[in-house]
Nanobody
Framework: QVQLVESGGGLVQTGDSLRLSCAASGRTLSTSARGWFRQAPGKEREFVAR????????YYADSVQGRFTISRDKAKDTVSLQMNSLKPEDTAVYYCAAQLVPGSEFTYWGQGTQVTVSS
């Protein structure tokens, strides 16, 4: 059994920064990519960022490009999301996820961590 556990959420003000982390536990998780998604109240879950596990190549949603940075620590089996210049519209529950096969759906999901940005 594999578990992904997010941490680092909280309440901040507009313009502040937060760093989210996601650790994998359980059996060794061999993944193609790890990603971050978010879901705001009353909205569908949306993609935020993705990092290829081996190459480290990254991809971002337009809404966070230039403000958020995804990174991974292969030795610790963790993925992080550095969020700068936060806006109220970034308020959401943030989920990390793991993709096992390139091009496939993200298979494993964390329980989510709340990020609230006040204006």
């Amino acid at each position: 059994q594999v578990q992904l556990v997010e941490s680092g959420g909280g309440l901040v003000q507009t313009g502040d920064s937060l760093r989210l982390s996601c650790a994998a536990s359980g059996r060794t998780l061999s993944t193609s990519a790890r990603g971050w998604f978010r879901q705001a109240p009353g909205k569908e879950r949306e993609f935020v960022a993705r990092i290829r596990w081996n190459s480290g190549s990254t991809y971002y949603a337009d809404s966070v490009q230039g403000r958020f940075t995804i990174s991974r620590d292969k030795a610790k089996d963790t993925v992080s999301l550095q969020m700068n210049s936060l806006k109220p519209e970034d308020t959401a529950v943030y989920y990390c996820a793991a993709q096992l096969v390139p091009g496939s759906e993200f298979t494993y999901w964390g329980q989510g961590t709340q990020v609230t940005v006040s204006s």
